[in-house]
């Protein structure tokens, strides 16, 4: 069985992010104008993969890969605050 990953504007969404974004509730129009529009575009935090970037518009921020054009997870918009506790269950880079 095989599964296309959907895509928005040039920008694949990994299956992580999909899950993600159905998970918050979040609107396919937020994702685009979030991918497409971003309002700040920041370097990956520490424990993100380097090739990370961090897209944030309104209310969430989706990890890109600018390079492979890719959506890899979308996370709430905490105003550039990224803490992970060592406990932390989301290593969406290992999906």
């Known amino acids: 069985m095989s599964i296309t990953m959907p895509e928005i504007s040039g920008w694949t969404i ?3 992010a999909l899950q993600r974004a159905l998970d918050m ?24 993969p380097k090739e990370c970037k961090i897209y944030e518009r309104g209310r969430i921020a989706i990890a890109v890969n ?3 054009r890719e959506a890899i997870t979308v996370l709430w918009n905490t105003g550039g605050y990224w ?3 060592r406990d932390d269950d989301e290593l969406w880079w290992r999906d």
């Open 25 to 48: 509730a979040v609107e396919g129009e937020e994702i685009r104008l979030c991918l497409t529009e971003p309002k700040l575009i920041s370097d990956s935090p520490e424990r993100y």
């Open 83 to 85: 803490r992970f506790d």
């Open 14 to 16: 990994r299956w992580h």
């Open 66 to 68: 600018e390079e492979t």
